[in-house]
């Protein structure tokens, strides 16, 4: 059995899952700094980088909590490497003038590279299915947002205030045109590579 161990820094991703205010403290005066000087250094400012830090720090949040993310490297390299990336996609999609990359302080550690492109894609997916979620009619939203909420469908529908087989039936409905939304999507079939 080839199982990845656990990387002792878990802690971070743990304490940002926990919302601790002393690990997320020790994130920023441990490993903000390097990636701001990076963005610093590759055509950025301050300001960028910290909006870049912090869409990080969701990302890993929101990995971490719905998908009981399991550090298998430290925790600097796999953080740099998704700043790294979201601030490289930010200078391709806003067409910056030619990008100047610092090699010397990227990772090399094949763990935090494969962490990094798992994390960017479920945050991708996220992207994908919040714009295709807006797409739907407020019933939808309003019926597929309860149910997110509670477990139980008698209780969603006793708060929309509609029958438990309506509630059934809409949710199947629902879901079958979120979904096909998601699939007739261009961004879809890049996202299953």
Partial sequence: ????????DQKYVDGLVANNSFIIQAIYDTFVPKVINYIKQNS???????DIVQDTIITIYNQGSQKQ??????????FFL????????????NNKKEVTINEEVLSKDDDAQELSFETSLFEDKQVLFNQMFQKLGAACKDLLKATFKTKSMEEVAKSLDIS????RKKKSLCIGQLTKLVQESPSFNQLNY
């Fill in 69 to 78: 993310l399991q550090l298998t490297c430290p925790f600097d390299a796999y």
């Fill in 164 to 167: 438990y087989a309506y509630a």
């Fill in 44 to 50: 950025g400012d301050a300001d960028q980088a910290q």
């Fill in 1 to 8: 059995m080839n199982e990845k161990k656990i990387h002792e």
């Fill in 82 to 93: 998704l700043c790294k990336r979201k601030w490289l996609n930010y200078l391709k999609k």
